[in-house]
């Protein structure tokens, strides 16, 4: 089963029960990443890691739980994130917001790893739960650290002065979506699809945060050489006056 080196180093927990969700406390109790550098470049290390783990080992290792493919359609929006990402792509919502949002939402895939973690499963046949209990714990363990990393980030974690849709976050990336207990056809279409949502949700998130960032680089730019335009044009006008005063 695969944890990274540097996920299970820095999310090594201290003695002591903790009092709250690790998805609403990610810190908690992680004291050797709370020493950690809290920067950007330790936010990119760990989302790298979250998306290596998931891409090359998650999605491997459930397709080697269940032996057999099925051809077997989910709930397509069961979490929705498709309709999150289109609310993170929207031009209305500033870089900051959309940050803060996608936080948010990364928060909320954290509660919805977990109630799939913990789904009730009915099956005869002989399956290796502790196997997938394995696994959803080594996605929770780096999506952990992924979310301590962004809470010790101030730029990131600064909450935006204008109002973002939380709530309406929160009801699309619900776990209420899922069925209360599931075969083990069922449980295994509903595990890949998870996961692939997951994956796919992280990496186009950071593109369009990565696009909204350069925007906003561009357009101080152009806003400075404007500004620049402006006052030349100004000292112009200026020294006109000055030589027509002085004829």
């Known amino acids: 089963m695969f944890t990274s080196n540097f996920s299970s180093t820095l999310g090594a ?39 290596i783990s998931l891409e090359e080992n998650v999605l491997k290792n459930l397709k080697i739980l269940y032996h057999n493919n099925v051809d077997l359609k989910v709930n397509n929006s069961c979490p929705r994130t498709k309709a999150v990402l289109r609310l993170l792509n929207n031009h209305h919502y500033t870089v900051n917001q959309a940050n803060y949002m996608f936080y948010q939402a990364i928060t909320k895939l954290g509660e919805f790893v977990n109630t799939m973690k913990n789904v009730k499963i ?9 196997k997938r ?48 207990k599931m075969d083990l056809t069922m449980l295994q279409v509903y ?5 692939k949502k997951l994956l796919n949700f992280i990496k186009r998130g950071k593109k369009i945060l990565r696009r909204k960032r ?12 404007n500004g620049k335009k402006r006052h030349l ?10 030589n027509i005063n002085g004829l």
């Not at 780096?142 to 939380?166: D, F, M, Q």
């Open 13 to 51: 927990p201290f003695n002591g029960q903790p009092t709250e969700p690790w998805w609403k406390n990610p810190c908690q109790g992680l004291v050797q990443l709370r020493h950690a550098r809290s920067d950007k470049s330790s936010l990119r290390t760990q989302f790298a890691l979250l998306a």
């Open 122 to 130: 009915e099956t005869p046949a002989k399956f290796d739960r502790e």
């Open 133 to 180: 209990w394995d696994i959803f714990s080594d996605i929770e363990i780096n999506l952990r650290n992924v979310l301590c990393s962004y809470e010790l980030n101030a730029g990131h974690r600064r909450k935006p002065s204008k109002k973002i849709p939380a709530k309406k976050i929160e009801k699309m990336l619900s776990g209420k979506c899922l069925p209360k």
């Open 191 to 195: 595990d890949l699809d998870v996961i």
């Open 214 to 225: 350069r925007a906003r680089v561009k357009g101080k730019g152009r806003g400075k050489e």
């Open 233 to 242: 044009h100004d000292s112009k006008k200026k020294h006109h006056k000055t």
